[in-house]
């Protein structure tokens, strides 16, 4: 694992550099998105390196990691929504390409369609990951099996008190999500993690000194080949 700590501005800039150097080198790379505060900083540095014609989303295809089950795709909070007003309505991506589990068919053959859609495409080139207080990495919370592929998960009762910031009331948080599984992730060639906040700490610490365990889902990456993982001084403060 390479990690990188640095502030929440200067993240933006190192991990947008990764991007730049990928589409660079395979300009219709296959990239996995990720949704949540997170990312957010890398989105709008993306759409800047875009708009100044520094980066080209022309060729790419996507692959979101996950969403809530029983929200329509034009839902505010929905995760396709996110991803169309964050990223794919302000960069030049051409939006036939970009996929994101559906919240509404979550049928096992529609499950098993979206790793046989990423495999088709090539297998994800660079996986973008935030990680949850409790350790999840897209929605694959603690107990997830490691060899899991796109499935539907029950939120945990923390995960969806901490999402319901962006709801009327917990009430309207999903129960359910379909997500990528983590073998799904694992398979990525190329892995970014962020965290960023003093509520990550614990968990970057169990990612990174803990044993690889399902009791702390990003603790897997420890076994991958080629993760960066960027957090700020908060997120790090265990470390
Ligand atoms: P956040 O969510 O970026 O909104 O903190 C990350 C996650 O739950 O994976």
Redesign the pocket.
């Known amino acids: 694992m390479k990690i990188i700590i640095a502030s929440s501005e200067e993240i933006a800039k190192s991990a947008s550099r990764q991007y730049v150097e990928l589409l660079k080198e395979k300009p219709n790379a296959v990239l996995g998105f990720?949704t949540?505060?997170?990312?957010l900083p890398l989105y709008a540095e993306l759409v800047s390196l875009c708009k100044e014609g520094k980066l080209s989303f022309k060729d790419v295809t996507t692959f979101n990691l996950d969403e809530y089950v029983g929200l329509e795709p034009t839902h505010d909070q929905s995760y396709r929504y996110f991803m169309n007003t964050n990223l794919f309505d302000l960069v030049d991506v051409d939006k036939s390409r970009t996929h994101v589990p559906s919240g509404i068919d979550t049928s096992d053959e529609a499950l098993a369609q979206y790793d046989k859609d990423i495999a088709l495409a090539g297998g994800l080139d660079m996986q973008l990951l935030?990680?949850?207080c409790n350790g999840?990495?897209g929605f694959n919370e603690p107990g997830t099996p490691l060899e899991s592929l796109t499935h539907v998960v029950e939120l945990t009762q923390n995960?969806r008190e901490v999402n319901s910031r962006l709801f009327n009331d917990i009430g309207e948080v999903p129960t359910h999500a379909a997500t990528m599984g983590i073998k799904t992730v694992m398979n990525a060639r190329k892995i970014i993690l962020i965290a960023t906040g003093a509520s990550k700490a614990q968990a970057m610490f169990d990612t990174i000194k803990g044993p690889v365990s399902s009791a702390c889902p990003a603790s897997v990456l420890q076994l991958h080949p080629d993760v960066t993982v960027y957090m700020d001084k908060d997120a790090a403060a265990l470390l």
């Open positions: 990720a949540g505060s997170t990312p935030g990680i949850g999840h990495i995960t």
